[in-house]
């Protein structure tokens, strides 16, 4: 038995009793196939990157429509309130009434009524009266005199007023008491007193004038009474 030979088996049998070697057979041709695969992918890239970029084309914009948010539904819009119109009263101009018998031309009556007139009462004359003379006379001039007297029961003042068409006063004076103002312009000659005089009592004014020929004042007044001795 021992020199019998046993027969060989054949390939296609050793292949099909051992599945392992159909699955590594696989597995080597899928690794193979993947190789040349990405070989040709890579060529393909290399081939795209030396390209030149194609030129991007830009679009136009479109307007945008602005859209407005619609009312939303819980809220529910409130119409607007007018204002109460103001009134303006304008003020109407009074024209003044014409009568049926004015004629053209003639002036509107005035609204307004012209103010009272005012009445003023006369003062009451002075109680100072006087009386003139002539005290000395010489070549050239005189010396002349006013004496006055308050005949009334109050104290007051007094201003004497000589005129004169020939002659100038060159001087005056108070006998014996405070001396006033004097003033001479255009031939009249005024004297106020200094201090009002007292009841009763009296008191001298006197004056140098100049003079041509023998002329003495035309008029000599107390206030507005006249002077005696003339």
Sequence with gaps: MSGTRRARPSPGAAITSSPWIVVSIGVIVMVVLLVVALGSARARRTYTDGAPPEPAMSLPELPVAATSAPPSSGTTPVPPVPLPESTVVLPTRSTPS?????????????????????????????????????VEAFHGGFIGEVLLVNR???????????????GRVTSSWVESAEQGTASFADGVFTY??????????SVALRFHVERSGNSGPTSCLVGATECAGR
Excluded: C, Q
């Design 98 to 134: 014409r009568s049926a018998g004015a004629t053209t031309g003639s002036r509107p009556a005035s609204s307004s009524a012209p103010p009272p007139a005012v009445l003023v009462a006369p003062s009451a004359p002075s109680p100072v009266t006087g009386r003139y003379r002539e």
């Design 152 to 166: 009334g029961d109050r104290p007051s003042g007094w201003t004497v007023t000589l005129n004169f068409e020939r």
């Design 192 to 201: 106020r007193s200094g201090v009002d005089l007292a009841p009763g009592a």
